[in-house]
């Protein structure tokens, strides 16, 4: 037998033993509670445990809610798992129909969008973190944002957003704002997105987003917003036409630029067919797309209400393709016509806004006080007083005639050709930028001389393998030394140069100068039937070196503006001159049998064909599709129309500045000028009378006056002094003469 068996039968012999030899009288006093006591302990310890199980589960039932849904309508409330695999978004992208946020108890939010808990972005983070390669973190980049936040506006955005990132001007990104659980992958194949699209993909997305309230998602493109210009610092923000975007998503935009002062360009529904051509411009281009300011100036001669209303209708019926309106100023004749004054009481400009937005008129009527005849130097002054650019830089001026008509994209080729050739981060600070004084719409039909028509430059084409084919020579835009009276965008800080420039010239035309040191006069070169100011911007243009930039469309059936001249009326400055002839010409005695005839060179205005109005996509009718050219390659034109580089065109600026000063500027020598060339004045094109002037070593040249004679020669005499003394002049006698002295009284 095994011990340990031994010892357990011994043991259980010697218990049994024990129990046989117990008193009586100990084992009838044996009662449960010495039971109880005289229990192992481990047993009393189970008990407990039971009674005290026992107790909660009364307790648990005596407080069960009931108030709970059905378990078939409840969510599933399953805490996502502690470490996210990459690309799965918990509870909303992949999570299926039932992985969504409880919902409230209040039947009032019982809708789809309920959720307002804490937002998480947890697909943003690693694009974001990609951007630091690309320059992000400085505030001048290339980046631009493309934004949406509904998958319709999307598919209408996506093909821009690629077309851009196919150009290489800018690093483009596309950010998701919206509520669809769809995938960005998936809406990239939805939309044929391939490898070619170089576009960087963010989804700025919350969690539970199909699920979230109005406010929870504008909470978050606030904040997806902020996290985006961290990382990428955008220039500016592209976004499809509110009414196709959720009103959320555009409220946070809107807001979050203008605390950014970020730009945002809200796409109109077609932009994808005539709105192509910012796809074209850089980052900077872009950037200014609200800091441009244009105004538009028209000045309407006499008996022109037919032309003026065909005008103002043209421009009524642009497409201004969401943009800002541009202001509207018009010079009205002292006689207004009772069409033009029934017309300009119902225009409203801009447009009363459908939904309600507040309104602002933007016209403004300027009337003159009646005058007999206006000088050239008077009615330049009164046309280039209408208007003065607040801030140099951005206020630019559309100068517009009469006989113009405009295309319904007008407004397009302006705003594409001012973006790219005076904002753009590439040429902004260029030569060809400082010496480009403004922008033509019209292509000119004749020399400003009106002496033949206007034959423009073309360029040959290398890449035309036909030797014979007539296509090799493509007609190109074109750099003028000349100024457009007719449809012209003048740049804000050429304008105050003009304004400064017209105001010494006027000054030097009144300056009193000898006779043996007045230069030959200039001959006027540019012709009657043009405004008068128009001499004057010739003068500065031939000065300083500066030009324009006219069009030139491959197809000679599409223009910007149409000019009509069936009713023509001549510059009013210049209507006085035929008066005086025909006044002159019937004091003479007529002889009957002569023929009455008349000089068509007088007003050398010539008709020519009319090309009818642009209406294709822009990008259609230009040359290179539509991508616009350097300044630099672009061919310059001197005032007469020669082809000329720029090397040559700085040498003959220089040469003719320096016959200005003598002949007009009243300079003795080429130095004698004040100082260098400063930006928007024109002081150093001019020298200050009897400064430069030696006067003691010529002899003192007098103006002969007849003595007056009559009872009131003295009274005539004296106030014929006091006129002289303001001027700072003299009188003297000499034999029986008076005479003006030339210097100044003491």
């Not at 006027?506 to 039937?529: D, F, L, N, W, Y």
């Amino acid at each position: 037998m095994l011990r340990s068996k031994a010892l357990f039968t011994a043991d259980e012999e010697h218990a049994k033993k024990s129990d046989d030899h117990m008193p009586p009288t100990l084992a009838a006093s044996k009662t449960p509670w010495t039971s109880w006591f005289s229990a192992p302990r481990v047993r009393r310890r189970r008990l407990l445990y039971g009674l005290l199980a026992l107790l909660l589960v009364y307790l648990f039932v005596r407080n069960m809610p009931t108030d709970l849904i059905p378990v078939s309508q409840r969510g599933d409330i399953r805490l996502p798992p502690l470490r996210t695999p990459r690309n799965v978004l918990p509870g909303s992208l992949t999570a299926s129909s039932t992985d969504q946020p409880p919902r409230p108890h209040k039947p009032s939010e019982a809708d789809n969008h309920y959720f307002s808990g804490p937002i998480k972005y947890y697909r943003l983070a690693a694009t974001l973190q990609s951007l630091a390669k690309h320059m992000g973190h400085r505030e001048v980049n290339k980046n631009v944002l493309f934004a949406v936040s509904s998958l319709r506006s999307a598919s209408e955005v996506i093909p821009m957003a690629c077309e851009m990132a196919r150009w290489e001007r800018n690093r483009v990104h596309f950010s998701f704002h919206g509520r669809d659980d769809l995938s960005v992958e998936d809406i990239k194949d939805v939309n044929g997105v391939g490898s070619d699209c170089e576009v960087h993909w963010h989804d700025a997305r919350p969690d539970f987003s199909p699920w979230s309230s109005d406010f929870r998602m504008e909470t978050s493109v606030t904040a997806s917003l902020a996290h985006i210009h961290q990382f990428m610092h955008p220039q500016v923000i592209i976004t499809h036409d509110s009414n196709q975007e959720d009103t959320f998503f555009t409220r946070a935009v809107r807001a979050k630029a203008t605390e950014l002062r970020k730009s945002v360009i809200e796409l109109p529904p077609n932009a994808a067919e005539n709105l192509m051509w910012i796809t074209r411009l850089d980052s900077g281009s872009l950037s200014a797309w609200h800091k441009a300011y244009v105004d538009i100036l028209i000045h309407a001669p006499s008996e022109s209400s037919g032309s003026l209303i065909r005008l103002l209708r043209s421009i009524e019926a642009a497409d201004y393709f969401g943009a800002r309106r541009p202001h509207l100023t018009i010079e009205l004749p002292t006689d207004i016509d009772p069409p033009t004054r029934s017309f300009l009481e119902k225009i409203v400009w801009p447009p009363i806004d459908p939904l309600g937005s507040p309104h602002a008129s933007q016209v403004t009527l300027r009337h003159r006080i009646p005058r007999k005849s206006l000088t050239t130097e008077e009615a330049s002054s009164t046309f280039l007083e209408s208007f003065f650019p607040a801030r140099p830089r951005d206020s630019h001026v559309l100068v517009l005639s009469p006989q113009v008509e405009l295309s319904p994209l007008y407004y397009h080729y302006m705003m594409y050709n001012l973006l790219e050739y005076k904002y753009s981060s590439y040429i902004s600070s260029s030569l060809e930028t400082e010496k480009l004084m403004g922008i033509s719409l019209e292509f000119p039909s004749s020399y400003l001389n009106g002496s033949q028509p206007f034959i423009p430059p073309i360029l040959y084409d290398p890449l035309s393998e036909d030797e014979q084919d007539e296509d090799k020579d493509v007609p190109t835009p074109f750099l003028w030394q000349a100024p457009n009276s007719n449809a012209a965008l003048y740049f804000g800080d050429k304008w105050i140069e003009i304004h400064s420039f017209l105001t010494a010239r006027i000054a030097a035309s009144k300056t009193q100068i000898p006779i043996h040191q007045r230069p030959p006069p200039r001959q006027k070169e540019v012709s009657q039937s043009y405004p008068a100011w128009m001499e004057y911007i010739s003068e500065l243009i031939r000065a300083r070196g500066y030009s324009l930039l006219y069009p030139n469309f491959p197809s000679l059936s599409d223009s910007i503006v149409t000019v009509h001249n069936e009713l023509y009326h001549p510059p009013p400055e210049f209507t006085h001159t035929s008066e005086t002839t025909s006044s002159e010409t019937s004091a003479l005695a007529l002889d009957l049998s002569d023929h009455l005839t008349a000089d068509p060179s007088a007003f050398s205005h010539t008709t020519y064909p009319e090309p009818p109005l642009l209406t294709a996509p822009l990008l259609s009718m230009l040359p290179s599709p539509g991508d616009l050219p350097e300044l630099s390659s672009i061919p310059l034109l001197d005032f007469y129309g020669t082809i000329i580089n720029p090397a040559s065109s700085l040498d003959t600026a220089t040469k003719y500045a320096d016959s200005f000063r003598r002949d007009i500027g009243h300079c003795r020598s080429v130095n004698s000028a004040h100082g260098a060339v400063q930006r928007m004045k024109t002081d150093d094109l001019f020298c200050k009378a009897y400064e430069e002037m030696d006067l003691k070593a010529e002899p003192r040249p007098v103006a002969v006056v007849e003595p007056v004679l009559g009872d009131e020669s003295e009274i005539r005499q004296g106030e014929f002094n006091a006129h002289l003394a303001r001027q700072g002049l003299r009188t003297t006698k000499v034999d029986t003469k008076t005479v003006v002295d030339t210097k100044t009284a003491a």
